[in-house]
């Protein structure tokens, strides 16, 4: 990635009603992280393509001319957000993508192919834009070391707070793993002088994000982020990956995932 300023927040536009609710959580982000946002759409039969690419550009003009302090651009690609997952990482330097809960198989296959975050929205509630008090559900995989990075970011760009809610495993492999896993995400956190706070879960690390989503409104939480699925098996994509029933079930809260099979791209700052 080339420099900060080329940094992009792709906000995925397919023009339907629900667009609007991603592009403000999309504005939003941009706004936290200092970034560029950028509109992105897609075309596959080449007689639509220039009936998107017109919708694309009215949009982009608007939003400029409501937003003058910010940087917005748009992009048109042929065939899909999974076939044009490189793409947007390596030429274009997109650091997440937000999109609809809608979205969310498309959305999914795509992140299978991702090393940048995926946002998941729902509505655009003034509580759920804020972005101020983070839910990180902590297991004993590597990737809850690989999950922090994301929240570091909103601690760091938008002083949230973090409640890191850590599972309960008695097992000894994974209590060790949970154990330096916590070790790891404190430090961090300390050095960076990032506000967070652990919170003892009663569930173990297969658990822990059910248990962490469904005491997400009594922590008045406004966006929940952990790594994916490590492994994925055939029975995994019949009946769904847990992300995304996770996904399926968080209702307004918006959900911030990265995919720990792929090296996480790192924000410039």
Same mark, same amino acid.
């Given at each position: 990635?080339?420099?900060?300023?080329?940094?992009?927040?792709?906000?995925? &536009?397919?023009?339907?009603?629900?667009?609007?609710?991603?592009?403000?959580?999309?504005?939003?982000?941009?706004?936290?992280?200092?970034?560029?946002? &950028?509109?992105?759409?897609?075309?596959?039969?080449?007689?639509?393509?220039?009936?998107?690419? @017109?919708? #694309?550009?009215?949009?982009?003009?608007?939003?400029?001319?409501?937003?003058?302090?910010?940087?917005?651009?748009?992009?048109?690609?042929?065939?899909?957000?999974?076939?044009?997952?490189?793409?947007?990482?390596?030429?274009?330097?997109?650091?997440?993508?937000? #999109?609809?809960?809608?979205?969310?198989?498309?959305?999914?296959?795509?992140?299978?192919?991702?090393?940048?975050?995926?946002?998941?929205?729902?509505?655009?509630?003034?509580?759920?834009?804020?972005?101020?008090?983070?839910?990180?559900?902590?297991? &004993?995989?590597?990737?809850?070391? @690989?999950?922090?990075?994301?929240?570091?970011? #909103?601690?760091?760009?938008?002083?949230?707070?973090?409640?890191?809610?850590?599972?309960?495993?008695? @097992?000894?492999?994974?209590?060790?793993?949970?154990?330096?896993?916590?070790?790891?995400?404190?430090?961090?956190?300390?050095?960076?002088?990032?506000?967070?706070?652990?919170?003892?879960?009663?569930?173990?690390?297969?658990?822990?994000?059910?248990?962490?989503?469904?005491?997400?409104?009594?922590?008045?939480?406004?966006?929940?982020?952990?790594?994916?699925?490590?492994?994925?098996?055939?029975?995994?994509?019949?009946?769904?990956?847990?992300?995304?029933?996770?996904?399926?079930?968080?209702?307004?809260?918006?959900? #911030?995932?990265?995919?720990?099979?792929?090296?996480? &791209?790192?924000?410039?700052?």
């Amino acid at each position: 990635m080339s420099n900060i300023s080329d940094q992009k927040v792709v906000v995925v &536009c397919d023009f339907t009603d629900t667009m609007k609710d991603v592009i403000v959580h999309g504005i939003r982000m941009a706004d936290i992280l200092k970034k560029e946002l &950028c509109l992105l759409a897609f075309w596959k039969d080449k007689n639509q393509k220039s009936q998107i690419q @017109e919708k #694309l550009i009215l949009t982009t003009r608007k939003l400029k001319s409501n937003l003058p302090d910010q940087v917005i651009s748009s992009l048109l690609l042929q065939s899909s957000l999974r076939d044009n997952m490189a793409k947007l990482v390596d030429n274009y330097n997109a650091i997440l993508v937000v #999109l609809h809960q809608s979205n969310i198989k498309t959305g999914l296959k795509a992140f299978r192919e991702s090393t940048i975050a995926f946002l998941f929205v729902n509505g655009s509630l003034p509580e759920f834009l804020t972005y101020k008090n983070v839910l990180v559900p902590v297991d &004993c995989r590597k990737s809850s070391k @690989e999950a922090s990075l994301w929240p570091s970011y #909103l601690g760091r760009f938008n002083q949230s707070m973090i409640h890191l809610v850590c599972a309960n495993d008695t @097992e000894t492999d994974q209590a060790k793993m949970l154990k330096n896993n916590m070790s790891f995400i404190r430090k961090f956190f300390l050095n960076l002088n990032i506000r967070h706070r652990f919170i003892a879960g009663k569930s173990t690390s297969w658990g822990i994000f059910n248990e962490t989503l469904a005491n997400a409104s009594g922590w008045n939480a406004d966006v929940m982020t952990f790594a994916g699925s490590t492994y994925i098996t055939f029975l995994d994509m019949m009946i769904g990956l847990p992300e995304e029933k996770i996904i399926r079930k968080a209702g307004y809260l918006p959900i #911030l995932i990265i995919n720990p099979r792929k090296d996480v &791209c790192i924000l410039c700052d």
